[in-house]
């Protein structure tokens, strides 16, 4: 057999698990920083923040465009 019949698929391997590697850290890594974010968002004046209805959204986004014009 020759070298590279063996090393390829090798190198392949390695190659592969490396970049699996890479992304599970990576996904790690994000999912920590939004759970951090969250959690510092979570508290504003030691009560919880409430999210704007989408109600509430269209009406801001409506207002700004019409601060823009």
């Known amino acids: 057999m020759d070298a590279m019949q063996v090393g390829l ?5 390695v190659a592969a698990a490396a970049a699996i ?3 599970a850290v990576s996904f790690s890594e ?3 920083k939004s759970f951090r974010d969250l959690e510092e968002s979570e508290y504003e004046n030691g009560a919880f923040k409430t ?3 989408s109600r509430k959204r ?3 986004k409506k207002a700004e465009k019409q601060d823009n014009f």
Do not use: D, H, K, V
């Open 58 to 60: 269209r009406a801001a």
């Open 21 to 23: 590697t890479f992304y």
């Open 9 to 13: 698929p090798i190198i392949g391997m």
């Open 30 to 32: 994000i999912r920590e």
């Open 51 to 53: 999210s704007m209805s």
